[in-house]
């Protein structure tokens, strides 16, 4: 009986395309390819088809997202990863002149939390395609993680996943994390945004 509250998981499939785009509006594909559908989103499936997490249905969006810098895990990729290995630590890090807005919550990791910094993913930016398919475009603008350092040394953008809400139905929003992708390493700087199509076909 445990493995059904998981059985929709299994029909979940994602797509991402990472884009390079240049003040002059030249684009540069970086990558299109699938990505990595993780256990957070069997779990939050499991909380809204039990009954036992949020009684609301927003609780269950994919409403942020994580830019990380360590990426792939030491582990490797696997559907087990609740979190990014290199997730930005600060506000400051996705960009104070930005035009994201980030906030920090208590992400869901495996039985505890951590607080972690994400940046929310405007409703506009989500599209509905046909029937069963989601895509959200997020935007790291030029203003947006530029020149990022760890322990002195320059560090490259090289990991992203996107989160569901809040699941449990929790007071203060708990979100978990529910795709997950790996990439080239990205020096990111105000020459260039990026620009993340990410479809999740339901």
């Known amino acids: 009986m445990e493995n059904n509250k998981f059985k929709p998981i299994n029909r979940i499939s994602g797509h991402l395309t990472i884009i390079k785009r240049l003040k002059d509006g ?13 256990s957070g989103m069997g779990v939050g499936l499991a909380y809204m088809f039990t009954g ?29 990863i609740s979190q990014l290995s290199g997730a930005l630590t600060s506000i400051n890090e996705y960009g104070t002149n930005s035009n994201l807005f980030v906030d920090i919550r208590d992400q869901l990791v495996g039985g505890s ?7 929310l993913i405007p409703k506009h930016k989500i ?3 046909g029937k069963s398919s989601v895509r959200y475009t997020l935007v790291l603008d030029e203003e947006a993680c530029n020149n990022l350092t760890r322990d002195g040394n320059a560090a490259n953008i090289n990991e992203i996943g996107m989160l569901m809400k809040n699941p449990t139905g929790y007071s203060t929003p ?8 790996t990439f080239s ?7 260039f945004s990026l620009i993340f199509r990410w479809t999740l076909n339901f």
């Open 26 to 38: 030249t684009e540069e594909i970086l990558l299109d390819d699938s990505n990595m559908i993780v």
């Open 52 to 80: 036992s997490g949020s009684q609301s249905i927003l609780d269950y969006q994919i409403d942020r997202f994580q830019i990380g810098v360590s990426g792939p895990p030491a582990g490797g990729v696997t559907s087990a």
């Open 113 to 119: 939390t951590i607080s972690t910094p994400a940046a």
């Open 127 to 129: 599209t509905k395609i």
């Open 174 to 181: 708990r979100p978990i994390l529910v795709c997950y992708r």
């Open 185 to 191: 390493n990205i020096r990111k700087t105000s020459d």
